[in-house]
């Protein structure tokens, strides 16, 4: 199969920068301190055995547009000389709406990403934010959207599999009870993520509350001690952000290999390989169980960690971004 990967920037205006370069034919993109998404794709196809990449839309069997680049050109938040006029130009010019691939991990939940009357007319597309989380439902769109979901940053595969080196060895014992990465948000008060923070402090054990290291650049490189902390807590909570669902952190917690405790999702079902509370994680509905729920799994060492085994089993095998890849291919055959 062959894939062009539509890239409408000008590299060069990125302040962050990670190169990748096909086997192939050896073209490269360079991609810049937020592309954290494209990023990943690109090097899950070019690891893809069954995928050949294209530069160009003529030798394509299809197209696949990243996040909102399928419309680049008409959104006011993309400043017109980081953009590269002519390849988008060429994309205007090319109407062939059924090889487009739409993979869409913005926040919003609408669909400004295609033009109205291109909308009804791309191949498939794929969409993470499709939770109205004010409603508590999934979204009805006017044509058939494939949910999608985050996975493992390959950065934090790599890390994670060098982890035991990286540490002392000796040092393999738990440092907290339980871990919430979060701090209160004065803004948000009544998120998730505000109110778990609240709870976990009550927990009288060894436990760590708060952000780590925020000079760090958040998806160019590996925050180690965020990291670290994960790995060296026996419980994580967790929760996704106020007004949509799914973020990286969950992969993280997951890949960890403890016990993660997250609030329940609407999109899990949507899931090609969904997770099972009380299998892979804990699901908690309610805030108030939070802190009955750290209590019991920490008198109950077996159940936690076997709970914890089983989930970051189950994210490395179908929780990568080169699974993500895996699923869009699927949806092409």
């Keep these: 199969m062959k894939i062009y990967f539509f890239w409408p920037f000008n590299s ?73 006029i002519p390849k988008i130009k060429e994309m205007c ?65 790599s890390f994670d599999s060098d982890y035991n080196k990286l540490i002392n060895k000796n040092d393999n014992n738990y440092k907290y009870d339980v871990c919430c990465l979060f701090d209160f948000n004065d803004k948000q008060p009544n998120s998730n993520r505000s109110k778990i923070v609240l709870e976990v402090d009550k927990y009288k054990g060894n436990k760590f509350v708060g952000t780590v290291n925020i000079n760090i ?9 965020y990291y670290n902390i994960l790995k060296k807590s026996k419980i994580i909570v967790t929760a996704n952000p106020y007004s949509y669902e799914g973020d990286y952190r969950l992969y993280e917690a997951l890949l960890s290999g403890n016990l993660v405790l997250c609030d329940e999702m609407l999109g899990n079902d949507l899931l090609k390989n969904p997770f099972i509370n009380k299998k892979h994680l804990i699901f908690y509905n309610n805030i108030d169980e939070i802190l009955e729920l750290i209590k019991y799994y920490i008198n109950n060492e077996e159940e936690r960690y076997n709970i914890g085994k089983n989930g970051r089993e189950y994210v490395l095998k179908y929780h990568k971004f080169c699974d993500r890849v895996d699923e869009v291919l699927g949806n092409l055959i």
């Design 93 to 157: 010019l090319y109407r062939q709406y059924h090889k487009e691939i739409i993979i869409d991990y913005n926040d919003w939940t609408d669909t400004r990403n295609v033009p109205d009357n291109i909308f009804p007319l791309v191949k498939k597309y794929f969409k993470r934010s499709v939770v109205d989380k004010y409603n508590n439902k999934i979204i009805e769109y006017s044509r058939n959207i494939n949910y999608i979901t985050y996975g493992i940053r390959s950065d934090y595969l």
């Design 217 to 225: 650049e958040r998806y160019c490189s590996v925050n180690e001690e």
């Design 12 to 84: 060069q205006y990125f302040r962050h920068k990670r190169t990748l370069t096909t086997k192939i034919n050896k073209f490269s993109i360079t991609f810049g301190e937020y592309n954290t998404e494209p990023y990943e794709f690109f090097k899950a196809l070019i690891d893809n055995d069954s995928i050949e990449l294209v530069n160009n839309f003529k030798n394509a069997d299809y197209v696949i547009y990243m996040m909102d680049y399928r419309n680049c050109y008409s959104m006011n938040h993309y400043n017109q000389i980081i953009l590269n």
